[in-house]
DNA sequence: TTTTACTTCGTTTTT
DNA sequence: CGAAGTAAAA
């Protein structure tokens, strides 16, 4: 590695070119981030630019973050000026200040993919659409489709050329945006698209952004779409001071609409555009390079970039291509620990990359089962958490009234004899009144038939409006305090379920400390800067790999990181490639699949092991897949192992010696999510110890047999929150026995022996 | 209204 | 195979 503050020659001609249009092909670890710092730190201290006409926009808040630093450290004083944010938030922040523009309100909100689909599926009912044959989902991404392409709903309805599902779509795209507005609220596509809409239909908002933002940079341009190239032209379009730094060769965002063309054709669109390669790496080992360089040769739509290293080639590339998906996880695992004590090396030396989610399960078990500590990235996010959304929803309906989604969401969460039937009267008067549910809601004194509702209702106002009138003062942390307390909502969530109700309090209470953390820290904090937090930014911005632990994820997830050992598992044609990918014979998908072994490969700084099965179970079935050809595609004399390249069939394998070995009486791991790994981890260890038990690996394990009872059927027993009750039935279940009782006060209920803790009267 | 049984359907997803 | 969602039943 070399002095982090020397540059090399093509680094230091791209911090030189401050002026005029730039383009920066900065292949993997070629020190990207480092050179635009410290262009933004030339842009200060040589070219004498006010911090204040600096804007840097990166993909991720973690990118922002890392770079505002970089940045502050290098500039010092007034470095806190510079806007080094996504393009999410850059654009919220132009629309706090001008959406009214375009006929929201100021204070609107934002709806993620879980409030767009809660949308969408009001919007099927109501347009009577069979969302059997037209998915949610994939009206979803049609919409979202669209507006990446910066096209408007009634754009849409008039290129249907009569093709049906367009027109389905259309219609629905209308009736979608329509409820949208009527809620006050945005979607992440919105985001871009209205501030674009913004600058076009307000050209005097556009030239005074236009003249805020004098320098423009871009990261990670290859995976920017239409509305977010056209959004950055229009902010460049007086001074052209456009600064794009990308690698073609990484674009995997495709599907999100991402256009690889915007780097390719950036020289046509700006043919006085300078272009800047950066092919030194100073990351990875020669052979690593080389690999990653004969793997990607492959791909014809990319400009040329040949990456290399002043380094040594260092070690092969390692190889293995193990029987089955169980063996794959205990061969990495066991390469990990063997690894750990034979060199020295730290757990957060490695990584475990895959192409799927699913992949994770497997090897986290393996890992669970030696003790190796780790976390998988990724998954489920935080935000998106049932008990969280709840409470996001109290302060949204505290935020924007109108925001339907979340109101319903909450309108008798906990219970509070608000119905269905309650909830309909309220939208047929608001239909009448031309108002929303929630000023339906406001006026329920005037709405006939609504009978003890009304009462209900007149509460719920009251519990909002209360807590509206006073968050100025008392904060959001405190807030949130006070719902959880007057609508009982820890009790809620016992009820609704014994069993998770610990990890779901802590969930609140982490959100309740997000929210002291954000007031905190925030310069100036207000529920709407809050609630944009919660919707921009995801638990993945704090991944740090300081605690010592082995990192599993994805290979999407992986982009932009590295790691001195890295394993890439599942490299199977069928897997990765996927199996849709080699069917649909599309080259470009399949280019961008390579792309992604690209991006895996070029994570590794010294030891890259690769892994596939010749067995593998895929949604339930069993599959027999070759070695990947991105696998192929390496030289065979940069790879330990060999490479088979036959196709696998069924006659390679002794199913019964399998069928014995990893499937007969082994209890799947039934895990459920948890807030934090750390949480999982307890659910793991009594899942492996059944596992162990059930395999015979350790004997008489009492937890795989209940043991017996201290009561029977007909005993009278008694319950913590349930209080006494008769047993009803009792069935023996393979660890545990599951009771059912009659509670004189609750009903019948059905429960595991071991949690309910039942005792004999 | 709540629980249970059955069907359906599967990549990746920075915001 | 499993999650998630839906229909049916209690």
Redo the contacts with the bound molecule.
Sequence with gaps: MIDKNVLNSQQQLAVDTTEGPLLILAGAGSGKTKTLTNRIAHLIHDKKVDPFNILAIT????AAGEMRDRVCAMVGEGGERIWVT?F??TCMRILRRHIDRLGYDINFTVYD?DDQKTVMKNVCKKLNIDT?SYKEKTLLNAISGAKDNLITAAEYSLETFGDFTKIVIARAYKEYQDQLKKSNAVD?DDIIMLTVQLFKENPEILEFYQDRFKYISVD?YQ?TNKAQFELIRLLADKYRNLCVVGDDDQSI?K??G?NIRNILDFEEFYPDAKVIKLEQNYRSTQTILDAANAVIANNRSRKSKRLWTAEGAGHKIRFMQLDNAYEEADTIVDEISTSVRRDGCSYNDFAVLYR???QARLIEERLVIRGIPYNVV?GTNFYARAEIKDMIAYLKTIENGLDEVALRRIINVP?RSI??ATIDKLLDFAEITDDSLYGAMQNADNISGLGKASLKIGAFVKLIEGRRAEISKIGIAETLKKIIEETDYYEYLKDQDEESADDRISNVDELVNKAVAYEETAEDPSLTGFLEEVA???D??NIDNGDGRVLLM?L??AKGLEFPRVFIAGMEDGLF??M??ISSGDNE?MEE?RRLAYVGITRAKEYLTITCAKMR?L??ETQFNPVSRFVREIPGELIDGMVPGNRLSRSDFDEDDYERRYSSGRP?A??KSYATPEARKPAMQSEIKNLNAIAGLSKGMPAANPGELSFKTGDTVRHRKFGTGVVTSISKEPRDYKVTVDFDAYGTK?MYASFAKLEKV
């Design positions: 993909f991720t808040n973690k996504t999410h938030s993919s059997k992440f990670e995976d965002y599907f999100r991402a799927t989610n699913a990724g219970k119905g269905t921009l930014v995801s993945i911005d994805t999407h997830s490639p996927g849709t990918t998908d699949e179970m949604r339930g799947s039934r895990l059905i």
